[in-house]
């Protein structure tokens, strides 16, 4: 470095604007209590989409691991991290949520965040999450924005919540990076309020897999349980600043 005379302030770059670092301070509300529990379905059975075959998946690809590491947490906030291991991936989702719930200490916390083995966040995703959250109490639950795999691919931002009748059609993304309300999300990257799963009235399992064969038709675990959830006023939405990849990992494309 070139010599320099240093009778300047040092007090710093965020300390020049006190009003302004305050203020994004009191935007993320990290002073609040933001404990997450990190829920990943693991080791799971799943047909697979192109060959209509169950497979039994044994882990999570390099590139989705490396982006999960990444994944900043409130800082000195709670995190717990929990597998759900060797179930179809709705009895996953309402086996392990059933036992947060049912935890004397994990149940008081604030938030659930979903995460699947081919989903990659980025590396501010849950924090971005998290002051949307807090930004809007009107919704149960904020997810980022993933397409489905393949050429073709949509938004998984299901359902247009103006019409009346409830429906699970694509919506367009806001390429602004807002937030779009819907009538159903993914769970690859999902931030779910606690409370919402200490609501008696919700119809449990939460989660289900309908596979056609008991004559209920077919419906993937996160649109069951959003059919429901919205009869009991609760709202969600995905922000469209979050984009995840969804990866294929026969491929090697990240959609």
């Avoid at 759900?84 to 059933?98: D, K, L, N, P, R």
Wanted: charged share 20%; hydrophobic share 35%.
């Amino acid at each position: 470095m070139k010599p320099q005379i240093t009778a300047h302030s040092f007090a710093g770059v965020h300390n020049k604007d006190l009003r302004a670092s305050g203020s994004r301070i009191i935007q993320g509300a990290t002073w609040r209590k933001q404990r997450v529990v990190l829920v990943i379905p693991a080791d799971y059975p799943r047909i697979d989409e192109k060959d209509g075959v169950m497979h039994h998946y044994h882990g999570i690809p390099t590139k989705v691991y490396f982006s999960h590491l990444a994944l900043i947490f409130p800082p000195n906030q709670g995190s717990y991290r929990m597998a759900a291991q060797g179930m179809e991936v709705g009895e996953a989702y309402s086996t392990a949520i059933a036992q947060i719930v049912g935890n004397a200490d994990l149940s008081k916390w604030e938030y659930i965040l979903t995460v699947e083995h081919d989903n990659a966040p980025p590396p501010d995703g849950l924090l971005k999450l998290i002051a949307r959250m807090e930004a809007h109490p009107e919704f149960a639950c904020i997810g980022g924005l993933y397409w489905t795999k393949g050429e073709g691919g949509v938004p998984q931002i299901w359902g247009d919540p103006k019409d009346s009748t409830i429906n699970f059609r694509p919506q367009p993304p806001d390429p602004n990076g807002g937030l779009v309300e819907c009538c159903g999300t993914g769970m690859g990257f999902n931030l779910w309020r606690m409370k919402m799963f200490q609501d008696a009235r919700l119809r449990r399992p939460w989660f289900r897999t309908l596979s056609g064969i008991e004559g209920k038709g077919q419906g993937t675990q996160d649109l069951y349980f959003w059919d429901n959830a919205r009869q009991f006023g609760y709202r969600c939405a995905v922000d469209c600043s979050v984009l995840v990849g969804h990866y294929d990992d026969a491929n090697d494309v990240m959609y």
